[in-house]
Nanobody
């Protein structure tokens, strides 16, 4: 599976951006895909994941209520609509195959197998 992310840019705090990730090599309907972000010196953070088999979506607490993940199966593309952006959302965003790992009643987002090139998102204050 090859993953190509796009849509990053510079935006003011409170603004919006939409990231896209086009997958090739396998039908999107067969796997889960999502977004992770990285800031130099910090641990990688799972942002959101969508399971295209059962349409379940998952979000980190830091973006819940502000970001929305969606899929266009016909275009083999996953989107991340990011609203009410904050300076702390600044990072390189990567799309990747993903999953949710449960621990009791909570979950964390995990990367599995395929990782795409990143796109820079910068939010100015």
């Amino acid at each position: 599976v090859q993953l190509q992310a796009s849509g990053g840019g510079l935006v003011q705090a409170g603004g919006s951006l939409r990231l896209s990730c086009a997958a090739s090599g396998r039908p999107l309907s067969e796997f889960a895909m999502g977004w992770f972000r990285q800031v130099p010196g910090k641990e990688r953070e799972g942002v959101s994941c969508i399971d295209n088999i059962d349409s379940r979506t998952y979000y980190s607490d830091s973006v819940k209520g502000r970001f929305t993940i969606s899929s266009d199966i016909a275009k083999n593309t996953v989107y991340l609509q990011m609203n009410s952006l904050k300076p702390e959302d600044t990072a390189v965003y990567h799309c990747a195959t993903c999953g949710a790992q449960y621990d009791g009643g909570t979950y964390s987002l995990k990367f599995y197998d395929y990782w795409g090139e990143g796109t820079q998102v910068t939010v100015s204050s």
